[in-house]
């Protein structure tokens, strides 16, 4: 069996707080990233400045309906007991959402790529995808090819990281010379490996796609 979904409800809710065993807390804040343009309805999730324009991270085998969806953040605030406000707090993106339908979610599967089966998966194991430079994001799989100024260590998607106030994200990344988008945000604590879970509404619609990157333990 797979890894079991957790509460994801919990992790987008403004308020939410948890606590680790070092005694360091959390308060969970939602991050609005834009409207993301999905054209084909095919998502796409990797980390964009490995992947993106490769051509190696096949899109999901879920699709939806071509449209304008909204990508949003779960953000973590951590302080220590007995910390003073600090003038730039620590904050990490605990999770990242493509919403597809504001309904409630009733069930949560892993996304799949084609040729991958979670019949196979045994204990804690899941499907997800690798990241070796601190970042993940979402975009169309018709935007796979569509950010050539992206290739080199500079363009939109360097510069949306650089040029904000909150270099976590979600950043909503335009191609000035496509017009695709993207939204990237920082994975957590950093590299590693991070499943994307799809939402459906008690009646099968795709509610969201939602990756999760770990900063947040289940509730107590």
């Known amino acids: 069996m797979p890894m079991s979904p957790r509460d994801h409800t919990w992790l987008f809710t403004p308020g939410s707080t948890f606590s680790y065993e070092s005694g360091q807390t959390g ?38 309906a071509p449209g304008r969806y909204r990508v949003d953040a779960a953000v973590a605030t951590l302080t220590r007991p007995g910390e003073p406000p600090a003038e730039h707090p620590h904050r990490r993106v605990a999770a990242a959402r493509l919403v597809i339908r504001d309904e409630p979610t009733a069930t949560w599967e892993l996304a799949l790529q084609p040729e991958q089966d979670a019949a196979e998966l045994e204990g804690d194991e899941f499907f997800g995808y690798g990241v070796d430079a601190g970042t993940g994001c979402f975009y169309d799989a018709a935007a796979e090819e569509g950010f050539p100024e992206a290739q080199e260590d500079e363009g939109p998607l360097w510069d949306a990281f650089e040029d904000s106030d909150w270099s976590g994200g979600p950043h ?49």
């Open 27 to 64: 308060v969970i804040d939602l991050a609005d990233g834009g409207m993301l343009d999905l054209p084909t309805g095919r998502v796409v999730a990797c980390d964009p400045f490995v992947h993106l324009g490769s051509g190696d991270i096949e899109p999901f085998t879920v699709t939806v």
């Open 172 to 220: 909503l990344v335009t191609s000035p010379s496509t017009g695709h988008t993207l939204a990237a945000f920082t994975s957590g604590w950093g590299d590693g490996s991070y499943p994307t879970w799809i939402g459906r509404t008690a009646s099968g619609e795709v509610t969201c796609f939602l990756t999760d990157f770990f900063v947040a333990p289940d509730p107590s």
